[in-house]
């Protein structure tokens, strides 16, 4: 919120912000401030540039040399449709929207069912399962690999969408049910009086009070969630693995660099498309993300 | 009136016992679609179906061998995916609280509660608690022991890979916050602080697989007889130094693949750090000023202690993440080159070497590893006020 406003000096106010004193606009410090854009966006642009190159000339020159020569260069989208085709990416594209979209929708549910009646409905041992459950915070990913792929191996879940949802979801529950709970206790406690008197029940006071005054949170975790699986490679390596018929976007990107390590025109291609939805997403709904930060962020 | 509450009294009535009754169709359908959706054939089947009753013989054949238009049969499965997925965990809850609410009130309070909780207690009762007893068990008798799981680790490989976690810990953490922490104090004085921050903030939205492969071509290498076209190497042999194999050559490469978290986390750092300096009040730093502060100190003296909670969340939480780091070894260097650390270790031992108990003694360490981190940040929350 704060975070990405910038309050415009205003005139006959000696100082807006506290920490923007009267001669800082100086040169030096707007020098500093972009070099460190320009350095942070160098290696991106440098892909971006890349994959639009033919793929002879890409290791002939670097890709600042077809800036330099910008009319004399062979500028093609033929990587892009080679990847999405050919290399298969097309089809982890929709993969990867399968594993995510339910993989953020379920904890979600899940977890703001949960954080609800652990903020408000009174049930023996509540206060207790409540600090387990910010508990299992701690606990990496890697303790959970090996005894869950036993089960899922038993019950043959490896390499099935609904496999990797509940994993997702049971991975991201702990931070969801915490991040949540801060949010719904915090609700004025005067909203569920007057619903009890109604005569509501839980299910009404959650789906009609409760979810839509909690879309700020809701929203702020949901893209947490999303970026998160869809940029995850260990759990879909895992539970998912590497069969074409499933595999999502970030194992196909570690499969091009196996098998195509130096052809860097499918390699950039191919590593763009991957970033297209997340870049997107975040683009737009970057405030939203920025308040999801915010509002702790202890993703284990 | 009276027949008005009456025909009310009464749809209220059959309302009560239609909702579990559509329940329990919405709960077959779920079991349905589950099941098609764990056979990898079903879609193209249910397609190849749909092309037979409309007399498409050819496009069906290839469907069930596999060919055709599998591209359609997969928008198939990813639109049952999402109505099961999506709708499902909806159905669950929906249903299991009208069912509740066919009980008498008493017992509705009782049960209510659980009907919210459970779901998720099962799922993390499974994935996070049954899993840590199994590992930390796994560890201590799984393969050939305790004394061989863990004695692993304190081999020279072992110690390599934690040798290499400090560093990560170390440089990874203290480069994101630290760079945030000065980043975010320079684009607070500057014009289009929004946007300035947008270009920092912009990798955190990549993947480490992606921002790997980004890197890989920045640390590119060819012989000095070719033309270097990766930007490290350009820029070092511009300068008259002989081409270097950044990747392949220890110590240098563990320093250049910590530098790219270091580039995904500063936004992190910066973003949090920035809403923290901006939360000090005008009255504390005009006070400093007439004391005659000069700006440095302002900032190491007043600024820094005042946001020092904001700090600790961002150092702890920067810490959990580089210590776990995965993707971005397993894609760089597969943990050659001396470059290895636990979590690769532990995924290689489970997967390349099945090796069960040596893996699990490695995600135990790491578990013990993260423990203290993840104490200091929790509390470090809670006397900030987050989670009381």
């Not at chain 1, 994959?51 to 989208?77: P, Q, Y």
């Not at chain 1, 929709?94 to 009646?117: C, D, E, G, K, Q």
Request: net charge positive; charged share 10%; hydrophobic share 55%.
């Amino acid at each position: 919120m704060t975070a990405t406003s910038t309050a415009k000096p205003v005139k006959g106010v000696a100082s807006v912000r506290a920490w923007r004193p009267m001669m800082l606009q100086s040169l030096p410090l707007k020098v500093g401030v972009l070099v460190i854009c320009l350095l942070w966006t160098l290696p991106t642009f440098g892909l971006l540039v890349t994959s639009v190159r033919d793929g002879r000339d890409i290791t002939v020159t670097g890709w600042w040399d077809a800036l330099i020569h910008l009319f004399n260069t062979r500028w093609t989208f033929d990587n892009y449709a080679q990847v999405v085709n050919a290399q298969g990416m097309g089809n982890s594209f929709l993969n990867s929207l399968i594993v995510t979209i339910p993989s953020t929708v379920i904890p979600i549910t899940m977890a703001a069912f949960a954080a609800y009646a652990f903020a408000w409905i009174r049930f023996p041992g509540r206060g207790l399962l409540f600090t387990i459950v910010v508990g299992l915070l701690v606990v990496p990913i890697q303790m959970a690999l090996i005894p869950v792929l036993q089960i899922y191996s038993v019950l043959h879940l490896t390499g099935t969408f609904l496999g990797i949802w509940l994993a997702h979801t049971a991975f991201g529950l702990p931070l969801a049910i915490f991040l949540l709970y801060n949010f719904i206790s915090q609700l004025p406690k005067d909203l569920f009086e007057s619903a009890d008197i109604d005569g509501a029940t839980h299910y009404q006071i959650f789906t009609k009070i409760v979810l839509p005054l909690s879309v700020p949170a809701l929203g702020a975790f949901a893209i947490f969630q999303f970026l998160w699986v869809w940029n995850d490679l260990l759990v879909s390596l895992v539970f998912l693995g590497v069969n074409a018929n499933v595999q999502v976007m970030p194992v196909a990107l570690y499969n091009l660099v196996g098998n195509h390590g130096e052809q860097w025109h499918i390699l950039t291609a191919g590593a763009f498309v991957t970033m297209i939805v997340p870049l997107g997403v975040f683009l737009l709904l970057q405030r939203a993300f920025v308040r999801g930060i915010l509002a702790g962020s202890v993703k284990s | 009136m009276a027949v008005q509450a009456a025909s009310a009294d009464r749809a209220d009535r059959a309302r009560r016992y239609l909702v579990p009754l559509g329940t329990v169709v919405g709960l077959v359908i779920l079991a349905v679609g589950t099941v098609f959706l764990a056979d990898p054939k079903g879609a193209a089947n249910l397609l190849a179906g749909i092309y037979d009753a409309t007399g498409n013989a050819t496009g069906a054949t290839a469907l069930r061998n596999g060919q055709g238009d599998t591209f359609l049969a997969k928008l198939i499965l990813a639109g049952v995916a999402l109505i099961v997925g999506v709708g499902g965990i909806w159905m669950v809850f929906s249903g299991a609280s009208a069912i509740v609410g066919l009980l008498k009130p008493k017992m509705q309070a009782r049960i209510i509660p659980w009907v919210f909780v459970l779901p998720a207690l099962t799922l993390l009762g499974i994935y996070l608690v049954y899993s840590t007893g199994v590992t930390i068990w796994e560890s201590i008798v799984g393969d050939k022991g305790f004394s061989d799981n863990y004695g692993q680790i304190l081999k020279p490989d072992g110690l390599a890979a934690i040798r290499n976690n400090i560093i990560w810990l170390v440089l990874g953490t203290g480069g994101s916050v630290g760079l945030g922490l000065v980043i975010a104090a320079m684009f607070d004085r500057v014009r289009r602080e929004a946007l300035a921050k947008t270009f920092v903030f912009l990798p955190l939205a990549i993947s480490l697989v992606g921002a790997s492969v980004i890197w890989r071509f920045v640390y590119e290498w060819r012989p000095a007889s070719q033309p270097q076209y990766g930007l490290l190497n350009a820029v070092w042999t511009s300068f008259g130094g002989q081409p270097i194999n950044w990747v392949a050559t220890p110590p240098i490469n563990t320093y250049l693949l910590v530098l790219i978290m270091v580039w995904l986390q500063t936004g992190f750092a910066m973003v949090v750090l920035s809403a923290a300096i901006k939360g000090v009040s005008t009255e504390v730093m005009e006070a400093a000023r007439m004391d005659g502060a000069n700006e440095r100190q302002l900032f190491l003296k007043v600024v820094v202690p005042i946001i020092k909670g904001s700090i600790i969340t961002v150092a702890t939480t920067v810490a959990i993440v580089v210590l776990k780091v995965f993707d971005i070894v397993y894609v760089m260097t597969g943990g050659r080159y001396d470059t290895d650390v636990l979590a690769v270790q532990m995924y290689l031992d489970k997967f390349q070497f099945f090796e069960d108990g040596r893996a699990a003694a490695l995600a135990v360490v790491l578990f013990v590893a993260v423990l203290p981190i993840m104490f200091i940040n929790l509390r470090n929350l809670r006397q900030q006020g987050v989670g009381k």
